[in-house]
């Protein structure tokens, strides 16, 4: 004699909150972007500004990503330089940026957030 087995059937409510489990728990976490705007401005006119840019792409680390970069005049001959960057929101933090920015005191003087937009 053999033996049956039961299917044992879930309320279509429950199936619908396991076919929901496995979709959210085989989704990839997504990871928190923000797309930074910088201002990095030079002591003078005199100041190169490709040194500055240089020292500012030197800086590596991990969720930053350096993008397009402009000289915009400020006034009296000098400019800045407009640089953006993306960074990872838990890894790159404002703060860590300016601090390896303007660790190079003989090139800049200061920089600024000009732009933070969430991505």
């Known amino acids: 004699m053999q033996r049956r087995r039961k299917r044992v059937c879930l309320p279509?409510?429950?199936?619908?909150?396991h076919i929901a489990r496995v979709f959210v728990l085989s989704e990839p976490a997504l990871v928190a972007k923000s797309n930074i705007i910088l201002d990095v401005k030079p002591?003078?006119?005199?100041?190169?500004?490709?040194?500055?840019?240089?020292?500012?792409?030197?800086?590596?680390?991990?969720?930053?990503l350096w993008g397009a970069s402009?000289?915009?005049?400020v006034g009296y001959g000098i400019k800045k330089l407009q640089i953006s960057c993306v960074v990872e929101d838990d890894k790159i933090g404002?703060?860590?940026?300016?601090?390896?920015?303007?660790?190079?005191?003989?090139?800049?003087?200061?920089?600024?957030?000009?732009?933070?937009?969430?991505v």
């Open 12 to 17: 279509v409510q429950e199936q619908h909150l």
């Open 43 to 64: 002591w003078d006119d005199e100041t190169d500004m490709a040194d500055i840019e240089r020292h500012v792409r030197s800086i590596k680390a991990d969720g930053l």
């Open 70 to 73: 402009k000289l915009v005049p």
């Open 94 to 118: 404002t703060d860590f940026l300016e601090e390896e920015i303007t660790k190079n005191e003989d090139l800049i003087q200061s920089m600024d957030v000009a732009a933070f937009n969430k």
